[in-house]
């Protein structure tokens, strides 16, 4: 597969998707359009790091609801391990398999090989933000899979949507 920058910037206009949830039924983007839409992308289920994040998002998800705002967690995982991560979690949002690792690429990247494992690619941790009409009002990547996003300036940048 060949690497490629990641094309969504600020002011893009999120491409309509459509990856598989927990339940290996298809979702795509579109069906999230009127609502503002948190996309949290995440290197790895049952990792540390990714626990915590997504534990925080849903944690949140009252003040997100309040907001009118979706979630939607993805990552290169299978669905089946997705769905393990979710039970066990209580994740109260969808989380969608990129196994093919397509979307990642067009928004926050992949690291490919990670932690020196050869063939082991992951999402990238990002968090897009989209409008009611699927344009990217924030955007946060890091080389870091161990660093976490910054949930306040998330939710401020969900409530400049209301």
Not at 41 to 62: I, N, Q, W, Y
Not at 126 to 137: C, E, I, P, R, S
Request: with cysteine; net charge neutral.
């Amino acid at each position: 597969m060949e690497p490629y920058e990641p094309v969504m910037n600020v002011g893009s206009k999120a491409p309509d998707f459509e990856l598989v949830d927990t339940d290996l039924k298809p979702v795509r983007l579109a069906d999230f359009l009127g609502h503002p839409t948190v996309l949290a992308f995440f290197p790895g289920a049952f990792t540390s790091v990714c626990t915590k994040e997504l534990c925080t998002f849903r944690d949140s998800m009252a003040k997100f609801n309040r907001m009118n705002a979706k979630v939607l967690g993805i990552s290169v995982d299978q669905p089946f391990s997705l769905s393990e991560f979710k039970k066990q979690n209580n994740l109260s949002f969808p989380l969608l398999s990129d196994f093919t690792e397509e979307v990642s690429r067009k928004f926050g990247g992949v690291h490919e090989n990670a932690f020196k494992v050869k063939g082991l690619n992951v999402s990238k941790r990002a968090v897009f933000v989209l409008d009611k009409n699927g344009v990217v009002t924030y955007k946060w990547v890091s080389e870091d899979p161990g660093k976490e996003p910054n949930y306040k300036e998330v939710e401020e940048a969900v409530e400049k949507l209301r």
